[in-house]
């Protein structure tokens, strides 16, 4: 059993710096073209809002089950073993192909910082993209250090991640200043897509707000460390999600009128980290545009380090409860770490690592339809679970916590299809690389489970439940 070691804060700085990430430095531009300036930022704050009810879900269910592994965990309370087994194999690609994602970013971003970095030799390409011995190296480099402070044990991990979020905070907030100080009113203009009919301002508004929710998922880590956490009180989950969320939608809406109000988005678009080149042009200064970009940097590290996280408790729910192999639920000397998890995730890393930036779009698209099948199943399970309640035992707002539940589960399956849909619709074709990927995950999942069979009938499933409810 994981020692609580993880403090509000830390919990806190744990969801954030999974949401923040790097994407903003690279999308910017693209937001602001498709919506528009108030466009882009009241699709964020729209998008926030829908994933609020969602990570309110998360917090009623989140408050019934208060145990390490989250999302395995109430589906295995709502449903059952198989159901838990499969959404905890979802989890695992999640998170796992994320810490792979950041592993192969962080490369990219010093590269632009230091461009040095871009004359080392190219060892191999896949499918067009140079696989550079610079990438590699930072990319290992990377890979041990989070693989090292988490195997430390989750004080550790929590440390770390509770440092580096305050301080990319820190460094937005000046950057928000900056531009506020800096820019002109005339570059907001278009506020809406291109200005010319509101058919285009509700299409570009719609484009930006269907993606919102995957630039908010991050919220998902905290069910993965309630278990480990030093959380207490009646409404003490939610407010932390609300505080999530909202600081969540502020800092994008604030990057974005940063950018906007900075430099004219068509100057931006032909760049690969737009943000970044919006305060060099603005500011006539490289220097910011490294400032930015180090802010960047700390985003991609508090995502790596969080997923990374993420993925060993998913691991070690599964392990602990014997649905897999039981090595999985092993634990350091002091409690404070599952560590065969933690090797499984890096060697996993490393793998991915030589696949390049070739993989991370696929990974971004997969990770969509990871993200909103899980958010579905537990907002769905949720439901059931509050529904089932004896009147005698359930909360005084049962009935709003269940009409909540019901909307979140709605909205998120709507998610589900727009992202299962979404490779078929961006590339006409009903056989994409994507549904190739979830397929051979489907199938060496069904595999894992067929051979944990033994494992599985080692204990009755009274014990499992009390295992995977101690955490």
Do not use: H
């Not at 070691?5 to 744990?14: K, P, W």
């Not at 058919?199 to 919220?219: E, R």
């Not at 502020?250 to 760049?271: H, K, Q, R, S």
Request: proline fraction near 3%; glycine fraction near 8%; hydrophobic fraction near 55%.
């Amino acid at each position: 059993m994981l020692k609580s070691e993880i403090t509000t804060s830390q919990l806190f700085s744990i969801a954030f710096g999974a949401i923040i990430g790097v994407s903003w430095i690279m999308l910017v531009a693209i937001w602001i073209w498709q919506a528009g300036s108030i466009g882009a930022i009241l699709a964020f704050v729209a998008g926030g809002m829908v994933m609020l009810v969602v990570a309110f879900s998360y917090a009623d269910i989140g408050k019934a089950f208060p145990v390490t592994g989250g999302e395995v965990v109430y589906a295995y309370k709502n449903y059952n073993k198989t159901m838990s087994f499969a959404v905890g194999w979802v989890l695992l690609f999640l998170y796992a192909s994320l810490t792979v994602f950041e592993a192969v970013s962080v490369s990219w971003v010093l590269s632009t910082i230091f461009p040095s970095l871009n004359e080392s030799p190219i060892l191999y390409q896949i499918a067009g993209s140079d696989i550079r011995l610079s990438d590699i190296i930072i990319g290992l480099v990377g890979i041990v250090f989070i693989g090292f402070i988490n195997y430390r044990g989750a004080k550790s991990a929590s440390s770390f991640q509770e440092i580096s979020t305050y301080l990319l905070l820190f460094m937005s907030i000046l950057f928000i200043l900056a531009g506020l100080w800096q820019g002109k009113a005339e570059n907001l203009i278009p506020y809406f897509s291109d200005g010319q009919n509101l058919g285009s301002n509700l299409l570009g508004f719609s484009a930006v707000l269907v993606t919102t929710p995957l630039f908010f998922a991050g919220f998902g880590a905290i069910p993965q460390a309630l278990g480990e956490s030093k959380l207490s009180g009646e409404n003490t989950l939610k407010n932390l999600m609300l505080m999530v969320i909202a600081a969540a939608i502020i800092f994008y809406c604030g990057i974005i009128f940063a950018a906007a109000f900075l430099t004219p988005v068509a100057d931006l678009m032909n760049e690969g980290l737009p943000a970044a080149k919006a305060f060099e042009i603005a500011f006539s200064s490289s220097l910011m545009a490294k400032a930015v970009l180090f802010a960047g940097l700390l985003g991609l590290i508090t995502t790596w380090n969080a997923t990374f996280f993420a993925a060993t408790r998913v691991l070690y729910c599964l392990g602990n409860a014997k649905l897999i192999s039981q090595r999985f639920g092993e634990v350091n000397e002091n409690g404070s770490a599952p560590i065969f998890a933690v090797l499984f995730v890096s060697v996993f890393s490393i793998i991915g690592l030589f696949f390049g930036r070739s993989a991370l779009l696929l990974l971004v698209s997969v990770g969509g339809i990871c993200v909103s099948f899980v958010f579905m199943i537990t907002c769905a399970g949720a439901t059931k679970y509050f529904k089932a309640l004896p009147l005698d035992s359930a909360p005084s707002n049962n009935k709003t916590i269940i009409q909540r539940c019901i909307f979140a589960s709605v909205i998120t399956l709507g998610l589900l299809i727009i992202s299962i849909a979404q490779p078929t619709m961006s590339s006409g074709s009903l056989w994409n690389p994507e549904y190739i990927v979830m397929l051979c995950w489907i199938i060496l999942g069904v595999v894992v489970w067929a051979l944990s069979q033994s494992v599985r009938n080692s204990i009755s499933d009274e014990t499992r439940t009390k295992l995977i409810l101690q955490g």
